[in-house]
Nanobody, 127 residues
Framework: QVQLVESGGGSVQAGGSLRLSCAAS????????MGWFRQAPGKEREVVAS????????YYADSVMGRFTISQDNAKNTVYLRMNSLKPEDTAMYYC????????????????????WGQGTQVTVSS
């Protein structure tokens, strides 16, 4: 079993920045993909970014490209999501998740592909 715990959410004004953290513990998932997702009220959960934890490849949704950066600290078993130039439309509950990479790359895939999830951290951006 893999446990994921997110932190770092909060309330900021438009144009501000936040860094979300996702700490992993328990059974490690080798050759895995880490993903950040978000879900706003009344909307489906959408993928924001994903990371190949072995080879470092990263992928971003068009809506966050150039503003968000996914990264990892292997020593801390932690994945981060740095969010700059935040917009009101970035307001959502943010979740991290992990899945086995298998034969493919860690490209952006739907939430249903992921096996383990954190509890989420709220990000609110005011105009």
């Amino acid at each position: 079993q893999v446990q994921l715990v997110e932190s770092g959410g909060g309330s900021v004004q438009a144009g501000g920045s936040l860094r979300l953290s996702c700490a992993a513990s328990g059974d490690t998932v080798s050759n895995n993909c880490m993903g950040w997702f978000r879900q706003a009220p009344g909307k489906e959960r959408e993928v924001v970014a994903s990371l190949d934890t072995d080879y470092g490849g990263s992928y971003y949704a068009d809506s966050v490209m150039g503003r968000f950066t996914i990264s990892q600290d292997n020593a801390k078993n932690t994945v981060y999501l740095r969010m700059n130039s935040l917009k009101p439309e970035d307001t959502a509950m943010y979740y991290c998740a992990t899945r086995a990479r298998g034969e493919g790359m860690c490209v952006l895939v739907p939430a249903s592909w992921y096996n383990y999830w954190g509890q989420g951290t709220q990000v609110t951006v005011s105009s």
